[in-house]
């Protein structure tokens, strides 16, 4: 077995600021407050990885630029001891995000900057090398190279993923979410080459073509344990895992469908919910490398995640994972 985690993807600067309301289009709102963070799968998913288990060895793969926001990245990063970042290159401009917020919701809508993360490729992965249980990659759909064609896969994700596997490396992927045609042109081509899949609601509908929210945006729930089973048709090898603000749910191939509510919290618990899915997605990655079974995991995931809502940024109120765990559980009796 390989040791600890390794995260690739997307590496940005989060620019998180605050608005009452989202305002129509050509209208005006204020911005009442910014604060700027890590962003990304790979930044948000490391740190979180990072804070819960400061002894669990974890390798950072990705690009940022030659500039300050570059090295602002690589200085969050780095700090951690277990943290490897020598599988981080430079060159272009580091990738960036505006993430608008309302203050009362804690809903966001992002503008992205792609910037360096169009530049990741197969060659930037070193499996000779890599000494990791599982590989998450992602976002399937904001990394052009990989999300490419390739001379024998469907897609340059597709190589690098089967590239692990073949390395004895389990594969993780997320996706972002998107509308339009590209969801069930580069999604499901990537299922046979992941071990698991953890995505939301709006990427499960979009990749499986089923239903999940009602016209009054309320979960359906009756479709969920089948979009699960469809995600393991489709070619998901391990566990398909669907969360969304409400409940987590998931399917083991060969195994029994997993559902479980969403933590309660006070009123004014939420500072921020972004980075809440990368926060959910490691979760679940640290309850696969310790051998949990999928119902534990979802569990630590759950409260992983929402414990990361009383943060800024995705990582930001992220601590050790057994006091996390302790706070969650006196948080939940609370209310």
């Known amino acids: ?80 001891r277990s943290m490897d970042t020598t599988g981080i290159r430079r060159e272009g401009t580091t990738s960036y995000t505006d993430v608008m917020t309302e203050r009362s919701t804690g809903k966001r809508t992002f503008f992205h900057c792609r910037g360096a993360n169009a530049l990741l490729a197969p060659g930037h992965f070193d499996f000779t090398t890599m000494d990791a249980t599982i590989l998450h990659i992602g976002y399937v759909l904001l990394l052009d190279i990989l999300d490419g064609p390739d001379d024998d896969y469907p897609t340059a994700m597709c190589r690098v993923l089967d590239s692990a596997r073949k390395a004895g490396i389990q594969t993780s992927i997320d996706v972002v979410s998107e509308s339009g045609e590209r969801f069930t042109r580069l999604v499901p081509p990537v299922l046979p080459y992941a071990d698991y899949c953890v995505i939301n ?77 990368d926060a959910f997605a490691a979760g679940l990655l640290y309850g696969a490398y310790h051998g949990c079974c999928l119902r534990e995991s979802i569990h630590a995931a759950g409260a992983i995640a929402t414990y990361s809502l009383s943060g800024a940024g995705a990582s930001d109120a992220i601590i050790p994972f057994p006091e996390l765990m302790q706070k969650m559980a006196e948080i939940s009796k609370s209310c």
């Open 201 to 277: 609601e709006i990427e499960a509908a979009h990749t499986t073509g089923l239903t999940l929210r009602s016209k009054n945006n309320e979960p359906v729930i009756g479709n969920l344990q089948a979009a699960c089973q469809k995600l393991i048709d489709m070619g998901v090898g391990k566990w398909a895992v669907i969360h969304m603000p409400e409940l987590s749910c998931g399917l083991e191939r060969g195994g029994a469908y997993v559902q479980q509510e969403s933590w309660p919290i006070p009123a004014g618990f939420i500072k921020s919910s972004v980075g809440a899915g």
């Open 1 to 80: 077995m390989g040791n600890g985690i390794a995260i690739a993807g997307t590496l940005a600067v989060d620019y998180i600021k605050y608005i009452d309301s989202y305002p129509a289009e050509q209208q005006l709102t204020t911005i009442t407050g910014i604060d700027r963070s890590s962003g990304g799968l790979c930044c948000n998913c490391a740190l979180t990885l990072a804070k819960l288990d400061p002894h669990l060895p974890i390798q950072a793969i990705g690009i940022v630029g030659k500039d300050e926001a570059g090295d602002y990245l690589l200085g969050l990063l780095a700090a951690h």
